[in-house]
């Protein structure tokens, strides 16, 4: 094989599940009351749009466990797996991710670019026995367009994204292949795109690029 395989990976909700950490954060911070600790995100999220001020509320527990509480995060199953195998092939791993640097309404002014980085690291993401990602391949981008454009630049022949929009936008790069993770989506909201269930139904279908 000459040109080595270059994937680009979306970063929250792709490769971070945050399902059961809403729950618990929301919890943690008073947001939620004790009885939502078990709910899954798209719970929790439904529940305090419902309320009063509900969007603001919502979008206060999003910046509370995208920084402080995103220790309570999980690598998304089957990622490890998907991860060692394309590197194993020599395969260069990059993460472009639209982030704000800040939460909203986040009195503590929390870097979720840094929260995410140590995330990253803690889960091995750097070290030459993990997944020996270069920490320059990671890149967070303040818009979706800028994230798009940032795409283009790594050069990856592959993107992987959990959201149909960034994939579907009409900017998207037209020699980058579109990879939906959508363990949860409806196939319909993918507006043509292939669903890809798990991590392993990815690795699957990318194993012939191997
Ligand atoms: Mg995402």
Same mark, same amino acid.
Request: hydrophobic share 40%; glycine share 12%.
């Given at each position: 094989?000459?040109?080595?395989?270059?994937?680009?990976?979306?970063?929250?909700?792709?490769?971070?599940?945050? *399902?059961?950490?809403?729950?618990?954060?929301?919890?943690?911070?008073?947001?939620?009351?004790?009885?939502?600790?078990?709910?899954?995100?798209?719970?929790?999220?439904?529940?305090?749009?419902?309320?009063?001020?509900?969007?603001?509320?919502?979008?206060?527990?999003? /910046?509370?466990?995208?920084? !402080?509480?995103?220790?309570?995060?999980?690598?998304? %199953?089957?990622?490890?797996?998907?991860?060692?195998?394309?590197?194993?092939?020599?395969?260069?791993?990059?993460?472009?991710?639209?982030?704000?640097?800040? /939460?909203?309404?986040?009195?503590?002014?929390?870097?979720?670019?840094?929260?995410? !980085?140590?995330?990253? %690291?803690?889960?091995?993401?750097?070290?030459?026995?993990?997944?020996?990602?270069?920490?320059?391949?990671?890149?967070?981008? %303040?818009?979706?367009?800028?994230?798009?454009?940032?795409?283009?630049?790594?050069?990856?022949?592959?993107?992987?994204?959990?959201?149909? %929009?960034?994939?579907? *936008?009409?900017?998207?790069?037209?020699?980058?292949?579109?990879?939906?993770?959508?363990?949860?989506?409806?196939?319909?909201?993918?507006?043509?795109?292939?669903?890809?269930?798990?991590?392993?139904?990815?690795?699957?279908?990318?194993?012939?690029?191997?």
């Amino acid at each position: 094989m000459g040109t080595k395989l270059h994937i680009g990976l979306d970063l929250d909700n792709t490769i971070i599940d945050f *399902d059961e950490a809403f729950g618990a954060a929301g919890v943690e911070t008073g947001l939620l009351a004790p009885g939502h600790a078990l709910a899954t995100k798209e719970q929790v999220k439904a529940h305090l749009r419902s309320g009063p001020d509900g969007d603001t509320t919502w979008m206060r527990l999003q /910046g509370q466990v995208y920084g !402080r509480y995103i220790g309570m995060a999980r690598l998304f %199953e089957g990622v490890g797996d998907f991860l060692k195998t394309a590197r194993g092939h020599g395969a260069r791993i990059s993460i472009v991710s639209h982030k704000t640097r800040h /939460g909203h309404f986040d009195p503590d002014r929390i870097n979720l670019w840094e929260a995410a !980085r140590d995330w990253l %690291e803690g889960q091995g993401f750097f070290a030459a026995d993990g997944f020996d990602l270069d920490p320059g391949d990671v890149h967070f981008c %303040e818009t979706r367009a800028r994230k798009i454009e940032r795409i283009g630049e790594t050069g990856c022949r592959a993107f992987v994204d959990d959201l149909a %929009e960034v994939l579907n *936008d009409p900017s998207f790069p037209s020699n980058v292949a579109r990879i939906w993770f959508a363990p949860h989506q409806s196939a319909d909201a993918g507006n043509g795109l292939t669903p890809h269930r798990s991590w392993a139904e990815i690795a699957a279908a990318m194993a012939t690029e191997f």
